[in-house]
């Protein structure tokens, strides 16, 4: 069966990702049954899937025990991700250490290049000098991000930490940050080790501020160039210059602002938005435009020591109006310095608009596109009772009967990540190379830490059921299972559509599934049917 015939047979069949489900709305039991639906569930939202075995480790363990062990990550050892990732040494550096090592060369030979090209310089093949970039320099400057992408597969795939790295992805795309903008590039690897994965089962208010203080972020955001416009430092804008034979001349503040396109030149409420809008309270989270603008002065002068050197997080007196502020009908006085930005994020954590966005956004993630209004009020009030404790947040939605009910089951559709993660993990596939899976998921539309726009990328149905992503899933799915897919082996191919998926198959999928002739065929119509799409 070649990979361009499979979308039509599944088509022909029915079997397309929007295909609906027949779900009892039962409710669900007192206590936690054992079979392999409801084990196969509790896999899919808690992780990325089953792979074999892993139904019945957790049948012998029980649901309550792997769902708390799952919550408390420090207590599991990994030592099979961490074997996988030694040799990336990238993971392990400071924004420093890679701005040095990978983005400062480059820096420095495209100026060369530009310098030769402008002289009128000839290389030693007599061609004229451009300032054309070089690949191999290129490359080796994305580096860092090709290996944190490979990281993130790994662990999605292999580490026995499955909902630790399922918040990880959640609560990056939460304050996304794109590695395409300029110095993010190399920011982003100290982004998500420092400031998201040590706090998704932490205090929300500690994660906001983890972010908030981030290079990254500051950058992304362009809170780094946000200056009170009225301040000392467009006063002292005028600047000593080093000119030709070291020696030094004044810049008068016009001239030293056109010389510096990145010097603060006033207030910037990009932040101030982002944080209402799309980190705390959400939209209609009850904040004006008077609020925005308020916040953004609460953080002037939040920004970066060098940032294309990989600097760190440093509050600069002199860019920060010191002024009085109003923020949701709370005064925070004048003279203030870094601590008005924390006195926002102070209020910020504890609103009660907060508490129901976050709870709004975990309910969609682990039960439902159209969130359970009663699970968002109960999580929401958890929140809140716990100071925004994740880890309780976390749990009083994976033990609600909303997480357990019927009409919950398959009601999610994998995103492109999900969707091959689940399949490498179903297939038992030993991955040498992960590249060419962090290339697979960038042509299903979903390249890792490259998303535009501060919203994320979105988690549900709409974003990602569509006839292109059919058919793309599709021929994955049987180059996987045909091991034709370069750095990806699997051993044994699954010959049942039992071993794959768990739970029951609708007469569609089990009538397609009979056509196949070879166990590779089986695995590859199991895994593009809708029951495998959905989790």
């Known amino acids: 069966?070649?990979?361009?015939?499979?979308?039509?047979?599944?088509?022909?069949?029915?079997?397309?990702?929007?295909?609906?489900?027949?779900?009892?709305?039962?409710?669900?039991?007192?206590?936690?049954?054992?079979?392999?639906?409801?084990?196969?569930?509790?896999?899919?939202?808690?992780?990325?899937?089953?792979?074999?075995?892993?139904?019945?480790?957790?049948?012998?363990?029980?649901?309550?025990?792997?769902?708390?062990?799952?919550?408390?990550?420090?207590?599991?050892?990994?030592?099979?991700?961490?074997?996988?990732?030694?040799?990336?040494?990238?993971?392990?550096?400071?924004?420093?250490?890679?701005?040095e090592e990978f983005e400062i060369p480059q820096i420095q030979a495209r100026r060369a290049r530009q310098a030769s090209a402008k002289n009128g310089d000839k290389d030693d093949d007599k061609r004229p000098a451009t300032a054309q970039p070089d690949p191999e320099m290129q490359r080796r400057a994305n580096g860092p991000l090709i290996e944190l992408s490979e990281q993130k597969i790994l662990r999605a795939v292999y580490s026995t930490r499955q909902l630790q790295e399922v918040l990880v992805d959640f609560w990056f795309n939460h304050f996304n940050v794109d590695a395409r903008k300029g110095a993010d590039r190399f920011m982003l690897t100290d982004y998500e080790r420092e400031a998201i994965r040590p706090h998704v089962l932490g205090k929300f208010r500690d994660l906001v501020e983890a972010t908030a203080k981030s290079p990254a972020m500051l950058f992304y955001l362009d809170n780094w160039m946000s200056a009170d416009p009225n301040g000392p430092h467009i006063e002292r804008q005028a600047r000593a210059v080093r000119g030709?034979?070291?020696?030094?001349?004044?810049?008068?503040?016009?001239?030293?602002?056109?010389?510096?396109?990145?010097?603060?030149?006033?207030?910037?409420?990009?932040?101030?938005?982002?944080?209402?809008?799309?980190?705390?309270?959400?939209?209609?989270?009850?904040?004006?435009?008077?609020?925005?603008?308020?916040?953004?002065?609460?953080?002037?002068?939040?920004?970066?020591?060098?940032?294309?050197?990989?600097?760190?997080?440093?509050?600069?007196?002199?860019?920060?109006?010191?002024?009085?502020?109003?923020?949701?009908?709370?005064v925070i006085k004048a003279g203030g310095d870094e601590s008005d930005g924390e006195r926002v994020l102070d209020m910020l954590a504890r609103h009660p608009s907060t508490a129901r966005f976050i709870a709004t956004k975990l309910v969609r993630r682990f039960v439902a596109d159209t969130p359970p209004a009663a699970l968002v009020d109960r999580a929401a009030v958890r929140f809140t009772e716990t100071g925004g404790d994740l880890r309780e947040v976390t749990r009083a939605i994976l033990t609600s009967p909303e997480f357990f009910a019927a009409d919950a089951y398959r009601a999610k559709v994998k995103t492109p990540f999900e969707f091959i993660v689940s399949a490498v993990r179903a297939t038992a596939a030993e991955i040498e190379d992960a590249r060419p899976l962090v290339r697979q998921v960038q042509e299903q539309g979903m390249p890792l830490y490259q998303c535009q726009p501060p919203t994320g990328y979105k988690?549900?149905?709409?974003?990602?059921?569509?006839?292109?992503?059919?058919?793309?899933?599709?021929?994955?799915?049987?180059?996987?299972?045909?091991?034709?897919?370069?750095?990806?082996?699997?051993?044994?191919?699954?010959?049942?559509?039992?071993?794959?998926?768990?739970?029951?198959?609708?007469?569609?999928?089990?009538?397609?599934?009979?056509?196949?002739?070879?166990?590779?065929?089986?695995a590859a119509l199991t895994l593009g049917s809708p029951e495998f799409q959905r989790r």
Request: hydrophobic share 40%; proline share 6%; glycine share 10%.
């Open 459 to 522: 988690d549900s149905a709409d974003a990602w059921v569509n006839t292109g992503a059919l058919v793309s899933r599709m021929n994955f799915a049987l180059a996987l299972a045909s091991n034709k897919l370069r750095g990806v082996a699997v051993s044994e191919t699954p010959s049942s559509a039992s071993a794959i998926v768990s739970g029951g198959l609708s007469e569609p999928t089990r009538a397609t599934i009979a056509k196949a002739t070879s166990a590779p065929q089986v």
């Open 1 to 99: 069966m070649r990979i361009s015939t499979l979308p039509a047979i599944l088509c022909s069949a029915g079997l397309v990702l929007g295909t609906s489900l027949v779900l009892s709305g039962a409710p669900a039991p007192a206590s936690l049954p054992d079979d392999d639906q409801t084990i196969g569930h509790v896999l899919n939202r808690t992780g990325f899937g089953a792979r074999p075995g892993d139904i019945e480790r957790v049948r012998a363990m029980g649901l309550e025990r792997y769902i708390d062990e799952q919550l408390h990550p420090e207590r599991l050892a990994d030592p099979d991700v961490e074997r996988r990732v030694a040799g990336m040494t990238t993971l392990k550096m400071s924004a420093r250490q890679i701005a």
């Open 244 to 330: 030709p034979f070291g020696r030094s001349f004044l810049v008068e503040p016009q001239q030293a602002a056109r010389q510096n396109k990145n010097a603060p030149k006033g207030l910037n409420e990009n932040y101030g938005r982002e944080l209402m809008e799309l980190h705390t309270l959400g939209v209609d989270g009850g904040y004006t435009q008077k609020d925005v603008t308020e916040v953004a002065r609460a953080f002037t002068g939040w920004t970066i020591q060098n940032p294309r050197m990989g600097g760190s997080y440093r509050f600069e007196p002199r860019l920060h109006d010191p002024g009085q502020k109003v923020v949701l009908g709370q």
